[in-house]
C-alpha cells in the first residue's frame, strides 16, 4: 500500500502539488493507491477510459478530466475489472462513476467526485496522455499521482520509490 498522501506532503513539501477545492470520494476496492500518471481528457464519453484500460497498466494511474460532470459516469464494474485485470493501481476521475457496491470488491482503486447510475455516452471522443488541469493543479503524463481518503496529490517523480 502506498505511503498516505499527508505524509508525502510533509516528507515531500517542494514536490507536491495537491488538488484542492474538490470533494474527492474512494469507491474502489484499495483505499489507496499511487503510481506514473496516463491521462484521457473527456466529457461524458469514457470510450477512450475504456480504450486505455484494456490494454497493461503496469501499476500506473490514469487520471481523467471528465469536465466534472456527475450527469454520466465514466467508469463502472465492468472497466474497473478489466483495468484491475490488466494491472493498473487505479483513476483519478474529476466526473463520476458507478456501480459503486461492486467497485467496492475490486481490488482496484477508484476515486472520483461523485457517483450517478447513468452510463457514459459513447462518440468515440477524447484524448490520451495530454496535460490536464485539475483543482488549480496541471497534471502531465509520466507525473505521479497518490490518492486515499485524504486527497489527490501529485508530483513530478515517485514519492514513494525506496
Known amino acids: 500500500m502506498p505511503t498516505a ?3 508525502l506532503c ?6 507536491v502539488s495537491v488538488i484542492t477545492g474538490l470533494h474527492w470520494r474512494m469507491f474502489g476496492g484499495r483505499g489507496a493507491f499511487g503510481g506514473e500518471v496516463e491521462t484521457v ?3 461524458e464519453d469514457n470510450s477512450r477510459i475504456k480504450q486505455r484500460l484494456a490494454e497493461p497498466g503496469h501499476g500506473k494511474v490514469l487520471v481523467v478530466d471528465g469536465g466534472g460532470s456527475l450527469r454520466h459516469a465514466l467508469i463502472g464494474d465492468m472497466i474497473a475489472a478489466r483495468a484491475a485485470e490488466n494491472g493498473w493501481a487505479g483513476v483519478v476521475i474529476h466526473g463520476a462513476c458507478r456501480d459503486v457496491e461492486v467497485l467496492a470488491g475490486i481490488d482496484f482503486g477508484v476515486c472520483a467526485l461523485g457517483c450517478v447510475p447513468i452510463k457514459s455516452v459513447r462518440r468515440d471522443e477524447g484524448q490520451l496522455n495530454v496535460p490536464l488541469t485539475i483543482g488549480g493543479v496541471v497534471i502531465r503524463p509520466g507525473d505521479f499521482a497518490y490518492a486515499d481518503a485524504n486527497g489527490v496529490i501529485v508530483a513530478d517523480r515517485d514519492l514513494d520509490a525506496g
Open 5 to 7: 498522501t499527508p505524509d
Open 10 to 15: 510533509d516528507a515531500h513539501p517542494d514536490h
Open 41 to 43: 481528457k473527456c466529457f
